[in-house]
């Protein structure tokens, strides 16, 4: 059985999104995702503002609130039925966060054992088949093949297989289906 290696925020949770959501809610501000075609949410948004907006995800209740990505769930699932699958996020970047990533997992993906999900620095210790990372960086530290899931930073990359949401998750995994 081939083995998957899946990236949390950005590509299981809709990180971004909520983070948005947040921030144009407490500026009175109307950004929306197309505001940062191929950059960082933290290069876009006011250098007065990054501290605050940073402060989100020390914020337990921040993570509880991030939405499942549309088609992750059942993609998912399906996935599980046929491949190896772990959930790998660098949450070394916000050491704060272990326990509310953990507990949203296991709220939304309660069928992926805690067995299976793996909090790291780098993803180049990984061994799997395939990482579907929205991180460039993290892709390519990873030996496998990398996947590309788009998200607002990473338009302009070229050197991933690229999917662009669940449903072509489903159909590059699950072709027979
Ligand atoms: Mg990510």
């Known amino acids: 059985m081939k083995r998957i290696a899946i990236d949390m925020d950005e590509v299981m949770a809709d990180t971004f999104q909520y983070c948005l959501d947040l921030y144009n809610a407490e ?7 197309d505001c940062f075609h191929g950059h960082p949410l933290f290069e876009i948004i006011e250098p007065a503002h990054r501290p605050h907006v940073r402060s989100y ?10 939405h499942v990505m549309e088609g992750a769930l059942e993609v998912v699932r399906e996935l599980h039925r046929h491949y190896e699958l772990f959930v ?9 966060s272990f326990v509310a990533k953990f507990d949203w997992l296991r709220q939304h993906f309660p069928f992926i054992p805690a067995s299976n999900i793996v909090f790291c620095g780098t993803k180049g210790i990984v061994s799997a088949d395939y990482l579907i990372d929205d991180n ?21 990359e070229t050197r991933f297989r690229r999917v662009n949401n669940w449903m072509e998750v489903r159909a590059l995994f699950l072709p027979e289906e």
């Open 27 to 33: 500026f009175n501000l109307s950004l929306t995702p």
């Open 57 to 66: 995800f020390d914020r337990h209740e921040f993570f509880a609130g991030i």
């Open 136 to 156: 460039v960086r993290q892709l390519n530290a990873f030996a496998g093949e990398g996947i590309l899931f788009t998200a607002p930073h990473n338009m302009n």
């Open 88 to 96: 790998v996020s660098a949450a070394m970047e916000v050491p704060s």
